[in-house]
């Protein structure tokens, strides 16, 4: 048995960025904040987000920065061939399946407009 399920609540890091293909399909990226439960004040850790089709429109259009979202998806590893030095890169992103809008519009207004302090 094999099993790859991601579980994330967090902050949009950034604005989502959306493309749209000759083929139909929709992709948007963004990144979101996730802080640990910890007593300390340690930096939030940061996960690329890749969601496609209709979800990915629901997130370009209610999803800001600053929001807060959690989602559900399986960790991909994106594998491939530096232009400059011809080395392998990979990078980690979480491929989405479902997109939660969480907080109050005013809550991710006000998290916004405040400069994106406090806790994420």
């Excluded at 959306?18 to 930096?43: M, P, T």
């Excluded at 496609?52 to 991909?76: F, H, M, P, R």
């Excluded at 519009?105 to 302090?117: P, W």
């Amino acid at each position: 048995m094999t099993l790859n399920i991601v579980h994330l609540v967090g902050r949009a890091g950034s604005n989502p960025e959306i493309r749209y293909f000759d083929s139909g399909k929709i992709l948007c990226k963004f990144n979101i904040a996730v802080n640990r439960r910890s007593k300390k004040e340690d930096q939030p850790d940061w996960f690329e987000l890749e969601i496609w089709d209709k979800t990915a429109e629901i997130a370009a259009n209610y999803v800001k920065k600053g929001s807060l979202v959690g989602i559900q998806g399986s960790l991909k590893i994106d594998t491939w061939n530096d232009r400059n030095s011809g080395d392998k890169r990979t990078k980690p992103l979480i491929r989405v399946n479902n997109l939660d809008l969480l907080g109050s519009k005013k809550d991710n207004d006000n998290y916004s407009n405040s400069g994106g302090g406090g806790d994420f």
